[in-house]
């Protein structure tokens, strides 16, 4: 059983009186990431033979410069829908919007 101490940031928060709701996205640093890298890394990757990796990898590269350079910055994030009734989320201190919270996700038993 592996523990994971993830970081969450809170996108949304609404108050309904008795109960808070906080819509939590994992917080996760991501580098940018250029469509044409990502391109040339899959024919690396694909690719065996080194001659014909050669001959492709330069025309290729010709090719994606002359298109507009695409920035991806994308990563499969885990999404938290919680909800509490006001007085826990007081004794968590309130946090805001973009505020962070540290959840402990596990298996029981």
């Known amino acids: 059983m592996e523990d994971s101490l993830i970081r969450y940031k809170i996108n949304q928060i609404t108050d309904t009186g008795l109960n808070v709701s906080l819509a939590l996205v994992e917080d996760v640093e991501l580098e940018t990431v250029s469509q044409q890298q990502l391109m040339l890394d899959a024919i690396d990757s694909t690719v065996i033979d080194k001659e014909v990796k050669q001959q492709i990898k330069p025309i290729l ?49």
């Open 61 to 109: 590269e010709a090719i994606l410069r002359a298109q507009p350079q695409t920035v991806i910055k994308s990563y499969p994030q885990t999404v938290i829908q919680i909800t509490m009734p006001k007085r826990r989320y007081e004794n968590l201190g309130s946090p805001r919007v973009g505020e962070h919270l540290l959840i402990d996700i596990k298996k029981a038993g």
